[in-house]
């Protein structure tokens, strides 16, 4: 019976340990900054012109560890793909082909970029 009671507390232990030595969360290792953020989106390209100052950006992740895609509400085409350093403790800047800059945070979204003739901008949070 001593046996079974020092294993038990052994165990016991032992996942104490291991949940109680997590290290501190941190947005940006975690990537908090996926989700919807909501403001003022807009978007000119392709013969369109689109405004909404109740817009909303939703960021998934991409197809790399540090790829992100960006889903447009009111029909604006996405931005898929964009490659992602890191600035700062919680600050991810794009970097890449895209013309101007994607700078997201756990709880602000700015875009204003460029690609192919075609303008996207952002101004949200969440």
Known sequence: MKSILKMLGVVLFASFVFTACSKD???ADNR???????????YTGDGDDVSNTNGSVTVVKGGSATTYNFKF????PDINNVEFRQSGDNTWVSTGELAGLINVTNNKLVIGVTKNGNTWTADCSR
């Open 25 to 27: 969360d941190d947005p």
């Open 32 to 42: 908090f900054f996926v989700g919807t953020y909501n403001g003022k989106v807009t």
């Open 73 to 76: 509400s009111d029909g604006i």
